[in-house]
C-alpha cells in the first residue's frame, strides 16, 4: 500500500532527500499503519503521520511539494481471491500471504486520486501558538483547542474525553 502510493506520487526516497515532502493519513490502527510508517518514514512525533479512526485498511499519501493526493485502500476482494489462488494451503493468513505476493495491484488495492486540505498546523514542523485551557489549566498546541461560550478549553473539558478522572488509585 505505502510503496503504490509512494510510487503513484513519484516519490522515490520518503528517508532521505524527499523525507518533508510527504504526509500519510492513515485509517486503521493495526499492523498495516506500523507498515506505513516503516516504509514512508513518517512518523506521528513528525508530525508527517496522521491517524484518522476509521477502521479501514486504507491510507492517503500526499505530496505537501505540490498538494497532489492519493488514497489507497485494500479490496476486501482480495482476501477471496487469495482462496482461489492456493486452495492447497490451509490457513487463510499463509493463503493470503502467498497470493499478496503474486497478486497485481489493481487486485490488491483501489486508488483514487483526492484533494486534502491541509491547514498550516498539519504540517511538519509546525511551530503554533500554544492556549492553555480555562478549565484545567492544561496547555493546547496546534489549534485543537474548543470555544464554548466565549472560553478556551481542551477537548476533554469540552466535554470529548475518552477518560474519566477518578479518585485514589
Not at 524527499?18 to 500519510?24: A, G, H, I, S
Not at 492517503?60 to 511539494?65: A, G, I, N, R
Not at 477471496?80 to 494451503?89: D, G, V
Not at 489549566?137 to 477518578?166: H, M, P, Q, T, W
Request: proline letters at 2%.
Amino acid at each position: 500500500m505505502a510503496m503504490l502510493g509512494l510510487q503513484k506520487l513519484g516519490i522515490e526516497d520518503p528517508h532521505g532527500s524527499d523525507r518533508k515532502r510527504l504526509v500519510t493519513f492513515v485509517e486503521i490502527d493495526r499492523c498495516a499503519t506500523d507498515a506505513v510508517a516503516v516504509v514512508t518514514g513518517c512518523r506521528l512525533g513528525k508530525r508527517a503521520l496522521k491517524f484518522r479512526d476509521w477502521g479501514k485498511v486504507a491510507a492517503t499519501f500526499v505530496d505537501v511539494s505540490n498538494g497532489h493526493a492519493v488514497r489507497i485502500a485494500a479490496k476486501e476482494s482480495s482476501k477471496s481471491l487469495a482462496k482461489t489462488m492456493h486452495p492447497e494451503i490451509e490457513g487463510k493468513n499463509q493463503q493470503q500471504m502467498a497470493a499478496y505476493r503474486q497478486m497485481p495491484d489493481e487486485d490488491l488495492f483501489d486508488v483514487q486520486w483526492v484533494k486534502v486540505d491541509l491547514g498550516n498546523e498539519e504540517f511538519p514542523g509546525y511551530k503554533g501558538e500554544r492556549v492553555v485551557c480555562e478549565k484545567c489549566g492544561e496547555g493546547i498546541n496546534f489549534k485543537r483547542e474548543v470555544r464554548r461560550d466565549g472560553r478556551v478549553l481542551c477537548r476533554g473539558c469540552a466535554g470529548e474525553s475518552y477518560y474519566e478522572v477518578v479518585d485514589g488509585r
